[in-house]
């Protein structure tokens, strides 16, 4: 368990064995988020990428991408087809 002081402005440090644990660096962004009447610190960036992952959920599979070799081939498909549409008028 780690403490912390609020200043007069309302500011706390985060303590430092607190910031490792949840990957904080300076500049990073943290939420405050309610829950079963306790208010939890997370880190902004690991709160988006988790909401991103559930929101992409099956989407992968929909698209009949089952490995990271899938991935990269359709990653590289999509690459060409914007460089070709970026260049078609150079021609």
């Given at each position: 368990?780690?403490?912390?002081?609020?200043?007069?402005?309302?500011?706390?440090?985060?303590?430092?064995?607190?910031?490792?644990?949840?990957?904080?660096?300076?500049?990073?962004?943290?939420?405050?988020?309610?829950?079963?009447?306790?208010?939890?610190?997370?880190?902004?960036?690991?709160?988006?990428?988790?909401?991103?992952?559930?929101?992409?959920?099956?989407?992968?599979?929909?698209?009949?991408?089952?490995?990271?070799?899938?991935v990269?081939k359709?990653?590289?498909?999509?690459?060409?087809?914007?460089?070709?549409?970026?260049?078609?008028?150079?021609?």
């Open positions: 368990m780690e403490l912390a002081k609020i200043s007069s402005k309302g500011q706390i440090t985060i303590p430092k064995e607190v910031r490792k644990k949840l990957n904080l660096k300076e500049g990073d962004k943290v939420l405050f988020i309610e829950e079963d009447g306790k208010v939890v610190i997370v880190n902004a960036s690991y709160m988006a990428f988790k909401e991103i992952q559930q929101a992409m959920q099956g989407v992968a599979e929909k698209q009949g991408l089952s490995s990271e070799e899938d990269n359709l990653v590289k498909e999509v690459r060409n087809e914007i460089w070709e549409e970026k260049h078609a008028d150079n021609d």
